[in-house]
């Protein structure tokens, strides 16, 4: 409760005087009334993941690929059906002669139902396949005109009704056999499921981290608030005993100007570390909250410490887990894999067309459906045809040139990694080091606190003794202070070196025991969807 008292102090008014001026007061409204909100690491890190609105962006792009992965796989190897059902009717007038017979063309009135079905698509071979089946009826009426005698004219009709029904295949043999340019599409938007899959679990790695480095600074800075509370106290209270002994003569008034100052100086080193600590507890806040403005009445009471934890520190086991565990690294490799796809492809179009191609059905023709349906049955009418194209362009330039522009972009990828190997390697020896160092500190500053303590005990009894000036114990008091600010900041800096260390290996996730499995799907994603 003592903080939230001084937090409201400072975000409800500010008074300054000068001299010669009257007071002015800097009035701040519209904060709600404070309250305290305990909070642990673990919970952080929680509503971290709930509600970081970049994550709940980033974790929508592995569904919408996914979704186009199915959209691909459906669009080439889902059979397509094709039914038609169609009539077409024509009259023609009668006219003219034929110069054989010498008769005049007859008029006709021809109609035509025709029904037809299909199925079609491909094989994981390339192969396209196509089963073929329709069925038609034809009618004509002719107006006849015989001369004679007697001269007449007489109408005739004629119905024939055909089926068929067949199937035909071809099948590349080179070029779009092993893959073609639908086959390779799929492979590379799966690899392209997978690198995002492994960017949004690189994005949550570093969302851990950056909410864990968040809460350890707050923890930092309102440890900070108390020890400039401290300092003011020590100051106030020499402040007073100065002004009384200048008040019986044992003092010079200078001694009383001069702790009037330091206090002045305590006051402002306490508004700046609470101005810090609010600035840390709001940046905490945009981590764990999607509605910053209903968290400003809020104040956060961290429920950890900064403690030392001794840790185990092995170089080459970090240097395995980062090249093995980080997926940053990962997702580079699936990148080089989803290269080596496409430059599968370009090799393949390096190759001439030649496809192989068969068909066969049979047929029927009568006077009606049942006679032309029994003509398929018995199969008395086949008919069939087979062979092979061969088809490629004389040069082979366009194709060659995109298969060595894909081979030196290979190169790149490869040197790419290696970089990003590098970093890793890098950075996990940074982070080693920062540890230790870090580790170190603490404990140099833990020594320093103590033995400025000490020494301010020391000069607050001198100087109650009068065997000391104000001057020595506000000195001493200073150096207490900034020894003790020094700890903080080193056992600040020792906790984020290990929280490094733990993104730098990509074990962050293991170590704060979260299931990425668990944080992958965006809530408005059922999980039954999830593949």
């Known amino acids: 409760m003592r903080l939230t008292k001084v937090f409201g102090l400072l975000l409800c008014c500010a008074a300054v005087t000068c001299p010669g001026q009257s007071t002015n007061r800097l009035t701040i409204t519209g904060y709600p009334a404070l309250q305290e909100l305990p909070l642990s690491l673990d919970e952080a890190v929680r509503l971290a993941l709930e509600h970081d609105l970049t994550l709940q962006v980033e974790r929508y792009r592995p569904v919408i690929i996914g979704y186009n992965v199915h959209a691909l796989l459906g669009a080439y190897y889902d059979p397509v059906v094709n039914l038609q059902a169609r009539r077409d009717e024509n009259t023609s007038e009668s006219g003219g002669f034929n110069p054989i017979t010498g008769a005049p063309f007859p008029g006709v009135e021809s109609k035509a139902d025709s029904f037809s079905g299909g199925l079609g698509g491909y094989l994981p071979t390339g192969m396209r396949y196509d089963i073929l089946g329709n069925a038609s009826d ?84 309102l440890e900070a608030v108390i020890v400039a509370e401290t300092d003011l106290r020590v100051k106030q209270q020499n402040f007073d005993e100065t002004r009384r002994k200048v008040e019986v003569g044992t003092l010079a008034p200078l001694d009383e100007k001069k702790a009037q100052a330091e206090v002045a100086q305590a006051k402002g080193n306490l508004v700046q570390a609470l101005n810090d600590a609010a600035d840390a507890e709001a940046l905490l806040k945009t981590r764990i909250s999607d509605q910053f403005g209903r968290q400003v009445g809020v104040r956060i009471k961290p429920t950890d410490k900064l403690l030392v934890n001794p840790a185990v520190l092995d170089l080459p086991t970090s240097y395995t887990l980062a090249m093995d565990k980080r997926p940053n690294l990962q997702a580079r490799r699936e990148t080089l894999d989803r290269h080596n796809i496409q430059l599968k492809y370009d090799y393949n179009q390096l190759f001439p067309s030649l496809d192989v191609f068969a068909s066969y059905g049979v047929n029927g023709l009568d006077d009606d459906l049942g006679g032309a349906l029994r003509d398929l049955r018995r199969r008395d009418f086949p008919e069939s045809s087979y062979g092979v194209i061969l088809n490629f362009p004389l040069t082979m330039k366009r194709e060659r040139s995109v298969w060595k522009a894909d081979k030196v972009l290979k190169a790149q990828l490869v040197t790419e990694l290696k970089r990003e190997e590098e970093t890793a390697i890098f950075e996990v020896d940074n982070a080693i080091r920062g540890v230790s160092s870090a580790y170190q500190l603490v404990f140099v500053n833990r020594e320093r606190v103590a033995f400025a303590e000490a020494d301010l005990a020391a000069e607050q009894r001198k100087f109650q003794a009068g065997k000391s000036t104000s001057f020595f114990v506000l000195d001493a008091a200073s150096r207490l202070a900034a020894a003790r600010n020094d700890e903080i900041q080193a056992l600040i800096d020792y906790n984020l070196a290990l929280n490094a260390l733990s993104h730098a290996e990509g074990t962050i996730l293991d170590l704060r025991k979260i299931d990425f499995e668990a944080v992958r799907y965006p809530p408005t994603y059922l999980p039954k969807d999830r593949r």
């Not at 034809?138 to 004679?148: E, L, T, V, Y």
């Not at 295949?169 to 080179?174: E, G, N, S």
């Open 138 to 221: 034809n009618s004509n009426i002719r107006s006849i005109f015989d001369a004679g005698p007697p001269a007449r004219t007489f109408r005739t009709n004629t119905e024939t009704w055909r089926a068929d029904a067949g199937i035909a295949v071809t099948q590349p043999l080179l070029r779009n056999f092993w893959t073609d340019a639908s086959r390779t599409g799929i492979k590379l938007r799966k690899r392209d499921k997978r690198i995002s899959e492994l960017e949004l679990e690189q994005f949550v790695h570093d969302t851990v981290r950056d909410v864990v480095e968040a809460y350890y600074t707050l923890v930092g800075r």
